[in-house]
């Protein structure tokens, strides 16, 4: 099964400054990855799938093959992007991350 | 198209009682997944279904617990003599096949 790996459990950063965060994936031949995101009091929603390689609310992800990563990048962040955030892989089976919770600080 | 439905909302059972936990998926969507999430945790994936079909429950517990996703009618996740471990968020989502996933708003189960 294709599996993803959040390290971060928790994130803080302030407003304005760059974010981060990672997901690692471990398994062989085309991956197919997602990233969801939970904000306070809302259900899960697709924030960007990376074959579509388009940037929703300033996030992009690029896949590195090499690294065998799928990290969700911002440079600048915003308060309204604190949340949760999941990578998962796709395909039929959708093994999320453990999830990072992300915080903005003003 | 009113999204993924799950109901109840909320549920409060006491230790030893069943809960029963309803999702119905988007129209035309026939791929169905149970997620739980425990406070401070991330989301945990639980099972997979198709019409009438357990695709992959190894993230479900051995004992208890139970799902079904009938030709017609809702999914169903059933825990069976609820303990107090159980309480936490459950969440259903739907897709078509290798499409991404759309949410229900969880019930929240809380066991007294």
């Known amino acids: 099964a294709q599996r993803v790996t959040q390290p971060e459990k928790l994130l803080s950063v302030f407003k304005g400054a760059p974010v981060e965060l990672k997901c690692n994936y471990s398994?062989?031949?085309?991956?197919?990855l997602f990233w969801y995101v939970q904000y306070s009091r809302q259900r899960l929603q697709l924030l960007l799938r990376?074959?579509s390689r388009e940037s929703i609310k300033g996030f992009t992800a690029d896949l590195n093959k090499g690294e065998t990563s799928f990290h969700l990048k911002k440079p600048f962040a915003q308060e309204e992007d604190s949340a949760m955030y999941y990578c998962?892989?796709?395909?039929?089976?959708?093994?999320f991350g453990t999830g990072t919770s992300l915080t903005v600080i003003p | 198209n009113a999204g993924v439905m799950q109901n109840p909302r909320h549920l409060v059972r006491r230790r030893g009682q069943e809960a029963r936990l309803r999702c119905s998926p988007m129209?035309?969507?026939?791929?169905v997944y149970w997620y739980r999430q425990l406070p401070e945790e991330g989301l945990k994936f639980m099972v997979y279904?198709?019409?009438?079909?357990?695709?992959?429950e190894s993230g479900m517990p051995k004992e208890r617990f139970s799902a079904e996703f009938p030709k017609e009618g809702p999914s169903i996740l059933r825990i069976q003599q609820v303990v107090r471990g159980d309480s936490a968020a459950y969440f259903c989502?739907?897709?078509?096949?290798?499409?991404?996933?759309?949410f229900g708003s969880g019930t929240q189960l809380s066991v007294l």
């Open positions: 990376h074959i």
């Open positions: 998962a892989p796709g395909g039929n089976q959708f093994y």
């Open positions: 129209k035309g969507h026939s791929h």
């Open positions: 279904l198709q019409k009438e079909n357990i695709i992959d």
């Open positions: 398994y062989s031949g085309s991956p197919e």
């Open positions: 989502a739907s897709s078509r096949r290798n499409e991404k996933l759309f």
